[in-house]
């Protein structure tokens, strides 16, 4: 099946089984409000519902430029997870102990904030609690994966890792390539497409205003409000929040944005649903999502109605702007053969369902919250494509910064520090073409040995 553009076809996988989407009307009129959100995510959506429910008769208005779903929110691998930033030597490296233990924290209430949300709501996007594994497939993986839980164990983090050797990790999962794992059961999975549309659902049902295929062309600043133009409308607000991640450098008029992150693109593919004598193939009888040990890492995840998720395995640096579908039929290509390397089992099974798009990442390695210029406006972006959680916690922090509390999460400390600018676009784009070649060696010198693959 080919790949699809998913603000022309809205019949993509994740809502195959969930009716056919009608997005809202673009904005065609002029409107006044307190907060307008650009950005029909994870992090614009939940903002929008947690400040109107703090602030009933606010007047809140979110504008997305392509359908909500199209983004990160709507296809990423579904993984509600405590992952931070890069790899947690360098988070420790980069920012110190303490920080790396705040993080972990911060995360790990990110992981109980979405639950909660999603049961006392009764959000409908198939979300299991049923953990997460981390494999490896050679002995150097295997040394370092002990060492980063080593590392977790002495700082106390550890709470709910368990390690497990070659010989149960191939009892659960059917694969002679698994040699050895952690399992971590306080984490969850989820449809990302239904959730955003849920999160759309309950931000509507309090009032917020919310348009689709409505761009922001142009922003203006004043003493007094700051205005935000549309092909077809305008809105002028007193805060703005730019909920925008891998996209914020196609944000007019933020200048400061354009060398705070830079998208990078990773890549999926969907199998077929598989036959109940090829799920008892290769085990996996607990359904937990899973992903490896390398630099470049590749992720898996059962959906509801029997199918695998797989991506990752590379990451690519275009010049081209972030709205752009960039279609990579040697990335996919590589996710398949991958898929099937593990699970020769799975040699003959069909991908129905091939997509892209790029992730939000910085030179701080982490991500961030921060105020642009002053502080009626709000940025939020830096993912490392491990958002899921993160961003519904940050939807909380940012409408506590938007009234002007000071509370435990506004004081984390990736609010409203100054991030390193990146260079120019010429140079992220050769930096980050140079690290994704360092990257693939280093996964080349641990798995040499590997046979097939």
């Known amino acids: 099946m080919t790949h699809r553009d998913p603000r022309l076809d809205s019949t993509s996988f994740w809502q195959h089984d969930y009716g056919h989407y009608s997005p809202n009307g673009s904005l065609k009129e002029e409107l006044k409000v307190d907060v307008a959100i650009i950005g029909g995510g994870f992090t614009g959506l939940n903002t929008a519902w947690q400040f109107k429910q703090d602030n009933p008769n606010a007047r809140v208005v979110v504008l997305e430029a392509a359908v909500i779903g199209f983004g990160a929110s709507g296809r990423n691998a579904g993984f509600s997870t405590r992952l931070f930033g890069l790899e947690p030597e360098l988070v420790l490296l980069r920012w110190g102990k303490q920080r790396m233990i705040d993080a972990h924290h911060y995360l790990d209430r990110a992981v109980a904030h979405t639950k909660n949300l999603i049961e006392a709501q009764g959000l409908q996007s198939d979300y299991r609690h049923n953990g997460m594994v981390r494999i490896s497939y050679s002995r150097k993986q295997l040394g370092r994966l002990e060492k980063t839980q080593h590392l977790l164990q002495k700082l106390g983090i550890d709470g709910d890792l368990e390690w497990q050797d070659r010989a149960r990790i191939?009892?659960?999962?059917?694969?002679?390539?698994?040699?050895?794992?952690?399992?971590e059961s306080n984490t969850g999975q989820l449809n990302p497409c239904k959730q955003v549309r849920e999160l759309k659902r309950l931000a509507e049902s309090t009032g917020?205003?919310?348009?689709?295929?409505?761009?922001?062309?142009?922003?203006?600043?004043?003493?007094?409000?700051?205005?935000?133009?549309?092909?077809?409308?305008k809105v002028t607000a007193d805060k703005l929040v730019i909920a925008t991640n891998a996209y914020s450098r196609q944000v007019p008029d933020t200048?400061?944005?354009?060398?705070?992150?830079?998208?990078?693109?990773?890549?999926?593919?969907?199998?077929?649903?598989?036959?109940?004598?090829?799920w008892a193939s290769i085990g996996w009888k607990d359904r937990q999502a899973f992903g490896d040990n390398?630099?470049?890492?590749h992720y898996y995840r059962p959906t509801a109605d029997g199918r695998i998720v797989m991506g990752g395995g590379d990451a690519i640096v275009y010049r081209t702007p972030a709205m752009d579908e960039v279609p990579s039929p040697m990335s996919w290509q590589h996710c398949e053969a991958h898929l099937k390397w593990i699970y020769p089992q799975l040699k003959d099974v069909r991908i129905d369902y091939r997509w892209g798009g790029p992730v939000s990442v910085n030179t701080d390695m982490v991500p961030e919250i921060s105020f642009v210029d002053d502080e009626r406006i709000i940025y939020s972006g830096g993912c490392f494509g491990h958002g899921v959680a993160l961003t519904h916690l940050n939807g909380r922090t940012i409408a506590d910064l938007l009234n002007g509390r000071k509370t435990e999460l506004t004081d984390f400390w990736i609010v409203n520090r100054k991030s390193i600018p990146m260079p120019n676009d010429m140079l992220s784009f050769v930096g980050g073409r140079v690290a994704r070649g360092a990257l693939r060696a280093f996964d080349w010198w641990e798995e040499r040995d590997l046979k097939g693959e």
Do not use: C, M
Request: glycine letters at 6%; a positive charge; hydrophobic letters at 35%.
């Open 170 to 183: 191939q009892q659960d999962f059917h694969s002679e390539r698994f040699i050895g794992g952690i399992y």
């Open 208 to 233: 917020v205003s919310i348009f689709e295929t409505s761009p922001v062309t142009d922003i203006e600043r004043t003493a007094s409000a700051i205005t935000l133009k549309t092909p077809g409308g």
């Open 255 to 278: 200048r400061r944005l354009q060398n705070r992150q830079f998208p990078l693109w990773t890549y999926q593919v969907v199998t077929e649903r598989l036959t109940a004598e090829q």
């Open 294 to 297: 390398r630099q470049l890492l």
